[in-house]
């Protein structure tokens, strides 16, 4: 399975900034994943991005708020933009498995605190 | 809209006991996935299932797949603290089969 980094692993910031979160995998991928959880909370899909188009996004996520960029089959980023306290949480990017199935790999994922 | 729900939300076992977490889909699902994710960690994926009825084992870890694929469980037997963590479930949207819905998952706690 893939070797997924992510950078920073924390930060606290203040409200109205943004941070731009990185996603490194050790080999090429198709497909790489954004998601948010919550402490406590379950898994919830903001976006995919494919090397080459346009990142999709899942209802409640806009790109003006989360831009991602996927600039290559190992890279990826996404930007918190115009942070309030309600976007303190888990950030995690993934990316699916060898092909053969559709499970996903995770990154340890960015702990974002908004004061 | 889609949904996939899962209970419990807790589970308390003492060691050596059993555990069971149940999730229930509102569409059919052409697979479901489970993932296991311990405190201050990241979820890791356990299985994938895909088929009507199937049931697979993972030492002391079954996992089953309803006939319908809308179901799915996943039961421990004899459980050690190196089982402790939330399990979910995950199924693909509705047309997709990458993206992903969550289950709120069961986190397996061993009383003291």
């Known amino acids: 399975s893939a070797v997924i980094s992510q950078k920073p692993s924390r930060d606290i910031c203040q409200r109205g900034t943004s941070l731009t979160i990185q996603c490194q995998v050790d080999s090429q991928v198709t497909m790489m994943f954004w998601y948010r959880q919550q402490p406590g909370q379950s898994l919830t899909l903001i976006a995919t991005a494919n090397q080459g188009s346009e990142a999709t996004y899942e209802s409640g996520f806009v790109i003006d708020k989360f831009p991602i960029s996927r600039p290559n089959l190992t890279f990826s980023t996404l930007t918190v933009s115009n942070m309030s306290p309600e976007d303190s949480s888990i950030y995690l990017c993934?990316?699916?498995?060898?092909?053969?199935?559709?499970?996903?790999?995770f990154g340890p994922g960015t702990r974002l605190t908004v004061t | 809209g889609q949904q996939v729900m899962q209970i419990p939300q807790y589970q308390h076992v003492q060691e050596g006991e059993d555990f069971t977490t149940y999730c229930n889909s509102s569409t059919t699902l052409s697979n479901i996935q489970w993932y296991k994710q311990r405190p201050g960690g990241h979820p890791v994926f356990l299985i994938q299932l895909v088929k009507s009825g199937e049931v697979k084992k993972q030492k002391r870890l079954t996992f089953q797949f309803g006939e319908a694929k809308k179901n799915s469980s996943l039961h421990i037997t004899a459980t050690q603290t190196t089982d402790v963590g939330t399990y979910f479930c995950a199924g693909p949207f509705m047309g997709s089969n990458y993206q992903l819905i969550w289950g709120a998952g069961t986190k397996l706690i061993i009383k003291p």
């Open positions: 993934s990316v699916d498995g060898d092909g053969t199935s559709y499970e996903q790999y």
